[in-house]
C-alpha cells in the first residue's frame, strides 16, 4: 500500500492582516520615572519615543484573539475555515497548556494549533510554516498570529532593555492564491550566541544573575549591533535571490523593530534605493518581538507608506539567534 500525497504545488500568500495595539502608550519620560536614564539618551540610542503597555485586562490570548478577528475579516476567511492556528511568541507564562488552542477556541474553530518559540524571528518563521502548508496542499488557510508582552518581563531598572520593549500582537490569515504571495524563505540560527539574548531566571527558578521574582529579558545591546545589520544583510540578499527579486523591484522593507540604529544600518548595508519605504513603527511601538512585523507592516499601510499589493522584503531576528526573512505582498488591512 502506498500513501497518497498531493503533488500539485498552489501558490500561498497573506490574504489578510490585523493587528492589537495596547491603548497604554507610555512615554520616555515615564520609563524614566524608574530608569536612571532620559528622553534624550533613549531616543539617541533606540529612537523609540513612546512603547505600549498592555492592561491588566489585556491578556496574551485575548489580544491575540482581537488581531485575528481583524485579519479573519480582512480575508473574508471563517474561523472554521482554517486548518492551523500557530502562534509565535515567546511571552505566553504558561509552557503548558499552549496559548494557540486557547486563541482557536476562542475565535470558534477547532484547528490544530500550536506555539512556536523563535524569538523576535517567530513571525518570519511561523509564516514559513503557514505558506509551506497552503503550498503543499496540508491546508488551505492558516492563522499566523504574533503576539508578545513583553513589558511583563522586564526589570524596569536594566538599561539595557527597560526603554526597548513593548507588547503588541500582528496576525495574518495565510491561503491559496492566484499567484505567489510569499516567497521562500531565507533563514537559519546561531546557538553559539544564545547568551546575547537570554530569560534569566530560568523557569527551574535559578536566581543567580537577578532578584526578581519572576523571569525577564537580559540582552547585551552591543552583541546584538554588532551582529544583525551586517549578518542580517546576507540574508535578505538571500531571500531576494530565492524569490527572483532586485532590490529595484522593492516597494517597502519591513525589518523587525528592534532599534531604529540597526533599521537603519541594515538598509545601508543591503543597499536599498531611495524608492524604498522602510518600516520604522518602532519609533511608536518599541521592540514587540514577534509581533513586529505585523505590527510595522500595518503602521506602513496605515499611514500610505505602503499599499495593499505591494512587494515587501521581511526581516526578523532575535534570540536564539534565529532569523528568517521572505519576500512577501502586502495584504488587505483589517
Not at 495596547?22 to 539618551?41: A, F, G, H, Q
Not at 511571552?91 to 512556536?116: C, F, K, R
Not at 509564516?127 to 518581563?153: C, D, K, P, Y
Not at 529595484?248 to 524608492?275: C, M, W, Y
Amino acid at each position: 500500500m502506498r500513501i497518497e500525497q498531493p503533488v500539485e504545488m498552489t501558490h500561498a500568500a497573506m490574504l489578510g492582516l490585523g493587528v492589537h495595539r495596547p491603548e497604554r502608550v507610555v512615554t520616555n519620560e515615564e520609563i524614566c520615572e524608574v530608569l536612571d536614564s532620559s528622553d534624550e539618551w533613549i531616543q539617541t540610542r533606540s529612537g523609540i519615543r513612546t512603547r505600549r503597555f498592555a492592561g491588566e485586562d489585556e491578556t496574551l490570548i485575548g489580544m491575540s484573539v482581537s488581531a485575528a478577528r481583524k485579519a479573519l475579516d480582512a480575508a473574508g476567511v471563517d474561523a472554521d475555515q482554517l486548518g492551523c492556528v500557530i502562534v509565535a511568541t515567546s511571552t505566553h507564562p504558561e509552557h503548558t497548556p499552549a496559548s494557540a488552542p486557547q486563541v482557536a477556541t476562542a475565535l470558534g474553530s477547532t484547528a490544530a494549533a500550536l506555539d512556536i518559540s523563535a524569538g523576535c524571528a517567530g513571525f518570519c518563521h511561523a509564516l514559513n510554516l503557514a505558506a509551506s502548508m497552503v503550498r503543499s496542499g496540508a491546508e488551505t488557510h492558516v492563522l499566523v498570529i504574533g503576539v508578545e508582552q513583553l513589558s511583563r518581563f522586564m526589570d524596569p531598572t536594566d538599561r539595557g532593555t527597560a526603554f526597548i520593549f513593548a507588547d503588541g500582537a500582528g496576525a495574518v490569515v495565510v491561503g491559496p492564491s492566484d499567484a505567489p504571495g510569499i516567497g521562500p524563505t531565507a533563514w537559519g540560527s546561531d546557538g553559539s550566541q544564545a547568551h546575547v539574548i537570554t530569560q534569566t531566571p530560568s523557569c527551574m527558578g535559578t536566581r543567580a544573575h537577578t532578584d526578581a521574582d519572576h523571569p525577564v529579558v537580559q540582552m547585551e545591546g552591543t552583541a546584538v549591533f554588532r551582529w544583525a545589520p551586517f549578518a542580517m544583510a546576507k540574508v535578505a540578499h538571500q531571500a531576494l535571490e530565492l524569490a527572483g527579486v532586485g532590490l529595484d523591484d522593492l516597494d517597502a522593507f519591513v525589518p523587525h523593530q528592534a532599534n531604529l540604529r540597526i533599521t537603519q544600518t541594515l538598509a545601508k548595508n543591503i543597499g536599498l534605493p531611495e524608492s524604498v519605504a522602510i518600516g520604522t513603527d518602532v519609533v511608536d511601538s518599541g521592540n514587540t518581538s514577534a509581533a513586529s512585523v505585523p505590527l510595522a507592516i500595518e503602521a506602513m499601510l496605515r499611514k500610505e507608506e505602503a499599499a495593499v499589493g505591494d512587494t515587501a522584503l521581511l526581516i526578523a531576528f532575535g534570540a536564539g539567534l534565529s532569523y528568517a526573512g521572505q519576500v512577501v505582498t502586502l495584504p488587505p488591512l483589517g
